[in-house]
């Protein structure tokens, strides 16, 4: 009975490269919430994903920034060119459904460039 | 001003000592959310309450809808209870949710 999974933990990448974090959900969840989490500061909503289809990617920022979550496999959320700015710990969340149920959240990725 | 504050932002209690976090919000809710963070480590959802009142151990979070506020009570604090305590909300216009800065309890043996 796994709970949400991220990997990897720990990610080092040097700036430009690419940033690929990968999501599984928790069995029977189609719902999948990506956070971000900045040093020394809160937790921000970035994107919101069912199976397939992007809900809600108001919190993304406009360029580099990608999410999927497709049919098979687990939801990616994809950095290209890193910035050190992107320096960040990554956290995954799946629910369910939409309606008001719990969200249960992955252990994260961090995310380092140099 | 941000649209989740918590507060305090630093706690420092010793065993045995009765915790109170509070949160206040500004916006319509569909449910809050009590979250734990330990250092280097995942989130834990600890509660998810859209009125009243909700006990799991030594744990109760309630909430007044009216006010737009919440509070976490840690009962008989322990060492082990020393982490981030983030008070998040699901707004009702939306699916994200919106997190509060957190409050960094640290409990004294």
């Known amino acids: 009975n796994a709970g949400v999974m991220q990997n990897p933990r720990h990610l080092v990448r040097r700036r430009g490269q690419e940033a690929r974090l990968r999501c599984s959900p928790m069995?029977?969840?189609?719902?999948v919430y990506w956070y971000r989490q900045l040093p020394e500061e809160g937790l921000k909503f970035m994107v919101y994903?069912?199976?397939?289809?992007?809900?809600?990617e108001s919190g993304m920022p406009k360029e580099r920034f990608s999410a999927e979550f497709p049919k098979e496999g687990p939801s990616i959320l994809r950095i290209q060119q890193v910035v050190r700015g992107d320096s960040a710990a990554y956290f995954c969340?799946?629910?369910?459904?939409?309606?008001?149920?719990?969200?249960?959240f992955g252990d994260g990725t961090r995310l380092s460039i140099l | 001003k941000n649209e989740v504050e918590q507060s305090p932002q630093n706690l420092t209690a010793q065993e045995g000592e009765f915790i109170t976090i509070n949160c206040s919000y500004s916006?319509?809710?569909?449910?809050l959310h009590w979250l734990q963070q330990h250092p280097g480590g995942g989130i834990v959802s600890l509660f998810m309450?859209?009125?009243g009142k909700k006990k799991h151990g030594r744990l109760i979070a309630t909430i007044n809808i009216q006010e737009k506020h919440s509070s976490l009570h840690i009962t008989a604090s322990h060492p082990r209870d020393s982490a981030v305590y983030i008070c998040?909300?699901?707004?009702?216009?939306?699916?994200?949710?919106?997190f509060g800065e957190g409050t960094q309890l640290t409990v004294n043996p």
């Open positions: 969340a799946s629910s369910p459904t939409f309606s008001n149920q719990p969200q249960h």
């Open positions: 069995k029977g969840h189609s719902h």
């Open positions: 994903l069912q199976k397939e289809n992007i809900i809600d």
């Open positions: 916006v319509g809710i569909s449910a």
């Open positions: 309450l859209s009125s």
């Open positions: 998040a909300v699901r707004e009702t216009s939306g699916s994200r949710l919106t």
